[in-house]
């Protein structure tokens, strides 16, 4: 899939990715990355159009801390994004970065 042939970003495109490893990063200084959660969060309907907010969390390695910024977030599935990257803490196996789509 080329870049120029971006689909439309929605909660469905990326559930079939479910425990697969994205790559994280900017500049070629990137890190694997495991999506874990894929949560619909509303729908919301305003001037004719219709919008399903959902929201990704990604699990990284413990010590990799990514800064809360837009990061190049890579599958072989999807062309490269670049989407704006929140750490929201830690679990048992490493560090939780979310991205919100509205």
Do not use: K
Not at 19 to 38: M, P
Not at 85 to 93: A, H, K, S, T, W
Request: aromatic share 6%.
């Amino acid at each position: 899939m080329s870049e120029a042939a971006c689909p439309e970003l929605s909660l469905g495109l990326f559930e079939p990715l479910l425990g697969q490893s994205f790559q994280i990063g900017n500049d070629g200084d990137t890190l694997a990355a495991t999506l874990i959660e894929a949560t619909n969060l509303r729908e919301t309907q305003g001037a004719g159009r219709r919008s399903r907010q959902f929201s990704l969390v990604w699990r990284a390695p413990p010590g990799a801390p990514i800064e809360q910024r837009i990061h190049r977030v890579s599958h072989p599935a999807l062309p490269p994004l670049e989407l704006f990257l929140v750490c929201i803490g830690p679990d048992v196996e490493g560090m939780r970065y979310e991205a919100v789509f509205t």
